[in-house]
């Protein structure tokens, strides 16, 4: 069971280059999420999935398509990157249990640079 | 909107000290409230998740209370130990998916 997976771990980008974060989860989690995590700032909201085949918008969309390919896997795409796409990206899930609503489980995280 | 603030940003205590850390929020109509460790340059670890209508939760060492008319949490980490040192971060959900973050308070616990 390795929980929430992502790759890759570390990526460069020159301006202006496309790219596509993977993310997969195995605990069977209905919604799925991305977030980037800034210096000093808190985690903030790209997109997320409720469920299999919707995607909403959340905080900070702006640059950003995703893909919610099945249950299983969930992929965030820079189309044209910048260099204020420079971040960590936290991929996550979660079941809407009713002990536990919307407890999310976080993966690793991707290490992305745009020069 | 919703707006999470972590106080301190940085704290530093010797170790076996009891602390708290503190979280505060604009909307206190909440879902839930979680609260995360961080490892530098790891993923989030849950810690404890409190639901709109609790008051606290408590998981060995560690206890989180919750405050929803005053907007606030606290995460109280009794005989601090090195391996606590990490980043703390609280987390805010007004619904079932929109989820937001504090910036954390990066604890250090010295030998």
């Known amino acids: 069971n390795a929980g929430v997976t992502q790759t890759p771990k570390f990526q460069v980008l020159k301006t202006g280059q496309s790219m596509t974060l993977q993310c997969a989860q195995d605990m069977n989690h209905n919604s799925m999420y991305w977030y980037r995590q800034d210096p000093g700032m808190g985690l903030r909201l790209i997109y997320y999935?409720?469920?299999?085949?919707?995607?909403d918008k959340g905080e900070v969309p702006n640059g950003y398509n995703v893909s919610r390919l099945n249950k299983r896997e969930f992929s965030l795409r820079l189309e044209s990157a910048a260099p204020s796409q420079t971040s960590v990206y936290f991929c996550?899930?979660?079941?809407?249990?009713?002990?536990?609503?919307?407890?999310?489980?976080f993966g690793p995280g991707t290490r992305l640079t745009v020069t | 909107k919703q707006e999470v603030t972590q106080i301190p940003a940085a704290l530093s205590v010797p170790e076996g000290e009891n602390l708290v850390l503190n979280c505060s929020f604009t909307d206190s109509a909440i879902y839930n409230l979680q609260w995360f460790r961080q490892d530098p340059g790891k993923g989030l670890t849950s810690l404890l998740l409190?639901?709109?209508?609790?008051r606290e939760q408590t998981s060995g060492r560690l206890n989180a209370s919750l405050d929803k008319s005053s907007g606030r949490s606290t995460l109280y980490i009794a005989a601090s130990q090195p391996g606590d040192s990490a980043t703390y971060l609280c987390?805010?959900?007004?619904?079932?998916?929109?989820?937001?973050f504090g910036a954390g308070t990066r604890l250090t616990v010295k030998p």
């Open positions: 987390a805010v959900s007004n619904n079932n998916n929109d989820m937001r």
């Open positions: 409190i639901q709109s209508s609790q």
């Open positions: 999935s409720a469920s299999e085949g919707t995607t």
């Open positions: 996550a899930s979660s079941v809407s249990r009713w002990d536990r609503p919307n407890e999310q489980y």
